[in-house]
């Protein structure tokens, strides 16, 4: 990729306490869903992964190349998760993607605005034993929900280097890069209850690392069927090999013995032995999951205490918005209303660019026939090329209308919010609330649509909902829908608009019921999260709108 932020060069040279130093390679992008991993990868870099502001906008690896002076450094933006031992498909891609690239630098992406949450990764990262660096993003959110948080005395609890960070403007960046050279492993280590300590300690011998070991005691982790082929494949083929010249970091040993690169020369744990450990500790009146998960918690918990300071208590703006939008009776309304107000503006400011293009295509029309040229050639000129292309520029100024202003809302936060309010719709057609954000996502796409159906849990819900959302109308069908709606209802075309994708979801929920009879099951349960609303850049929001535009003008 283009190498748009070469101002980030002279920081190649900068090691713990100034001497020279390098960095690694390759980048690992680790951190909890819609935290700001693919926009920090995008000001690096320069890319142009698509983001968005709801969880589950990645779900597959995906990588950019920053290119600096001391060469080029490749940056991999693995999905969100929660935990290192995730369920969901796109969560299960993280853990081998991990394991199998030893030598990579982990930058962990954390939310200042939930820093005890997404600490609880951290630490789990932590466990690892690995080089990394903390990258605190959305530091003034958390300000305006009144904490302040003192990166430096996080990075004095954590033991690694933590830069505050502001993904989508870019700020911060240029000192995140500069820290990189000063990756070291987290000295922050999570106090189990001591009979817990001595099983892993027992279970150490033939695993990787202390995460390992204390996962395997809680159930999240399996010796036997880590790195399947499928997954570890997967990862090792997404991830590819480092970039030449880079100098990778050195081998550094865990707190417990053994090197983060080297794999264990001793035969891992069966499973056998893991259960008798874990039978063991229950007949001592110890349950291994719950401990661990609460011992996480309530080290994140400190950790949070230690590097936040409470400005305030006033009540969050956000949550003033949410309880009119979350409403039962007024959501639904302020949604469809909104989506009617959405198509109107697309008309109304769209209009006088598109008479605009007409003009052009009307002068450009009398031209030809104007000038002496062979009947036929008019005729190409006139019918083919000024009528034809001009028939499909007809549609930029809508398209890119449409696509900006659907851009604004789904950054801004709102497309959680319709799967929340969806949940109680989509439970009684016995499919999970998160099932609605592949159908509102498929007003762009079908096709990433039905792809981004992985991050449901159950695999009946997602075959279920990938033959639902066809129905949809998507970006493709636009073009028609406005022609229709133009040309035989023009004073109500938002409305005729708003009505077909209307009569589109209609349809889809009415096919995921009638699927339910033929694959039955109950509908998993699971948590939501609501992301902050936020006002995205309109840099952003104009590129996301181009993007769309030109992939659709490719296309035509």
């Given at each position: 990729m283009s190498c748009a932020r070469c101002s980030l060069a002279p920081v190649c040279g900068v090691g713990p306490e100034g001497a020279p130093g390098t960095l690694p390679g390759r980048w690992l992008m680790v951190g909890t869903p819609n935290v700001g991993k693919t926009s920090l990868i995008n000001a690096v870099s320069g890319s142009r992964l698509e983001i968005g502001n709801w969880p589950g906008t990645t779900l597959e690896i995906a990588r950019a190349t920053a290119r600096l002076s001391c060469g080029p450094v490749e940056l991999v933006d693995l999905p969100g998760a929660y935990t290192l031992a995730g369920s969901a498909p796109d969560e299960e891609v993280l853990l081998p993607a991990l394991d199998d690239d030893p030598d990579a630098l982990i930058v962990n992406v954390v939310d200042a605005s939930h820093l005890s949450r997404d600490l609880t990764l951290t630490l789990e990262l932590a466990e690892l034993g690995r080089p990394m660096i903390v990258a605190l993003n959305l530091v003034r959110q958390a300000a305006q929900r009144g904490v302040q948080i003192d990166p430096r005395a996080l990075e004095a609890e954590l033991g690694v280097p933590v830069v505050a960070i502001g993904a989508h403007t870019g700020s911060g960046v240029d000192d995140l890069v500069a820290s990189a050279a000063r990756a070291a492993v987290s000295a922050a280590r999570v106090r189990y209850p001591a009979p817990i300590e001595a099983a892993a300690g027992r279970l150490r011998t033939g695993l990787r690392t202390r995460w390992h070991a204390v996962s395997a005691l809680a159930g999240e982790y399996e010796p036997a069927l880590a790195g399947t082929a499928t997954l570890a494949t997967s990862a090792a083929s997404a991830l590819g090999t480092a970039p030449a010249g880079i100098v990778p970091p050195p081998r550094v040993p865990d707190r417990l013995g053994g090197s983060a690169r080297d794999a264990a020369p001793a035969p891992p744990p069966s499973g056998n032995r893991i259960e008798a450990e874990r039978s063991a500790l229950l007949a001592d009146g110890v349950d291994a999951f719950l401990e661990i998960g609460e011992a996480r918690h309530r080290a994140a918990v400190r950790l949070a205490g230690a590097a936040s300071r409470a400005l305030s208590h006033g009540d969050d703006p956000g949550d003033r918005v949410d309880r009119?939008?979350?409403?039962?009776?007024?959501?639904?309304?302020?949604?469809?209303?909104?989506?009617?107000?959405?198509?109107?503006?697309?008309?109304?400011?769209?209009?006088?660019?598109?008479?605009?293009?007409?003009?052009?295509?009307?002068?450009?029309?009398?031209?030809?026939?104007?000038?002496?040229?062979?009947s036929l050639l008019a005729s190409f000129l006139s019918g083919a090329v000024i009528e034809g292309v001009g028939t499909v520029v007809a549609f930029v100024p809508v398209l890119f209308t449409l696509y900006a202003l659907l851009g604004f809302l789904e950054n801004a936060g709102l497309l959680a919010r319709v799967a929340y309010l969806a949940d109680g719709l989509m439970r009684r057609l016995g499919l999970p609330g998160r099932a609605v954000l592949p159908m509102v996502l498929s007003l762009g796409c079908t096709v990433p649509a039905v792809q981004s159906v992985r991050m449901l849990d159950q695999p009946r819900d997602r075959l279920r909902v990938a033959l639902a959302i066809p129905s949809i109308p998507c970006s493709a069908r636009l073009p028609v829908f406005v022609l229709l709606a133009a040309a035989f209802v023009p004073r109500y075309a938002g409305l005729a608009l708003?009505?077909?994708?209307?009569?589109?979801?209609?349809?889809?929920?009415?096919?995921?019921?009638?699927?339910?009879?033929?694959?039955?099951?109950?509908?998993?349960?699971?948590?939501?999260?609501?992301?902050?609303?936020?006002?995205?850049?309109?840099?952003?929001?104009?590129?996301?709108?181009?993007?769309?535009?030109?992939?659709?003008?490719?296309?035509?």
């Amino acid at each position: 990729m283009s190498c748009a932020r070469c101002s980030l060069a002279p920081v190649c040279g900068v090691g713990p306490e100034g001497a020279p130093g390098t960095l690694p390679g390759r980048w690992l992008m680790v951190g909890t869903p819609n935290v700001g991993k693919t926009s920090l990868i995008n000001a690096v870099s320069g890319s142009r992964l698509e983001i968005g502001n709801w969880p589950g906008t990645t779900l597959e690896i995906a990588r950019a190349t920053a290119r600096l002076s001391c060469g080029p450094v490749e940056l991999v933006d693995l999905p969100g998760a929660y935990t290192l031992a995730g369920s969901a498909p796109d969560e299960e891609v993280l853990l081998p993607a991990l394991d199998d690239d030893p030598d990579a630098l982990i930058v962990n992406v954390v939310d200042a605005s939930h820093l005890s949450r997404d600490l609880t990764l951290t630490l789990e990262l932590a466990e690892l034993g690995r080089p990394m660096i903390v990258a605190l993003n959305l530091v003034r959110q958390a300000a305006q929900r009144g904490v302040q948080i003192d990166p430096r005395a996080l990075e004095a609890e954590l033991g690694v280097p933590v830069v505050a960070i502001g993904a989508h403007t870019g700020s911060g960046v240029d000192d995140l890069v500069a820290s990189a050279a000063r990756a070291a492993v987290s000295a922050a280590r999570v106090r189990y209850p001591a009979p817990i300590e001595a099983a892993a300690g027992r279970l150490r011998t033939g695993l990787r690392t202390r995460w390992h070991a204390v996962s395997a005691l809680a159930g999240e982790y399996e010796p036997a069927l880590a790195g399947t082929a499928t997954l570890a494949t997967s990862a090792a083929s997404a991830l590819g090999t480092a970039p030449a010249g880079i100098v990778p970091p050195p081998r550094v040993p865990d707190r417990l013995g053994g090197s983060a690169r080297d794999a264990a020369p001793a035969p891992p744990p069966s499973g056998n032995r893991i259960e008798a450990e874990r039978s063991a500790l229950l007949a001592d009146g110890v349950d291994a999951f719950l401990e661990i998960g609460e011992a996480r918690h309530r080290a994140a918990v400190r950790l949070a205490g230690a590097a936040s300071r409470a400005l305030s208590h006033g009540d969050d703006p956000g949550d003033r918005v949410d309880r009119v939008i979350l409403h039962p009776w007024i959501g639904p309304l302020a949604l469809v209303g909104g989506l009617a107000l959405t198509f109107h503006l697309t008309f109304a400011l769209s209009d006088p660019w598109v008479g605009f293009l007409a003009v052009i295509q009307g002068v450009l029309a009398s031209w030809v026939e104007a000038a002496p040229l062979p009947s036929l050639l008019a005729s190409f000129l006139s019918g083919a090329v000024i009528e034809g292309v001009g028939t499909v520029v007809a549609f930029v100024p809508v398209l890119f209308t449409l696509y900006a202003l659907l851009g604004f809302l789904e950054n801004a936060g709102l497309l959680a919010r319709v799967a929340y309010l969806a949940d109680g719709l989509m439970r009684r057609l016995g499919l999970p609330g998160r099932a609605v954000l592949p159908m509102v996502l498929s007003l762009g796409c079908t096709v990433p649509a039905v792809q981004s159906v992985r991050m449901l849990d159950q695999p009946r819900d997602r075959l279920r909902v990938a033959l639902a959302i066809p129905s949809i109308p998507c970006s493709a069908r636009l073009p028609v829908f406005v022609l229709l709606a133009a040309a035989f209802v023009p004073r109500y075309a938002g409305l005729a608009l708003t009505g077909l994708y209307v009569a589109g979801f209609l349809v889809t929920l009415l096919s995921a019921f009638l699927f339910r009879r033929v694959l039955p099951g109950d509908a998993a349960s699971g948590a939501m999260e609501l992301p902050a609303y936020r006002l995205p850049p309109m840099r952003l929001v104009l590129r996301l709108a181009w993007l769309r535009t030109k992939a659709f003008l490719q296309g035509a």
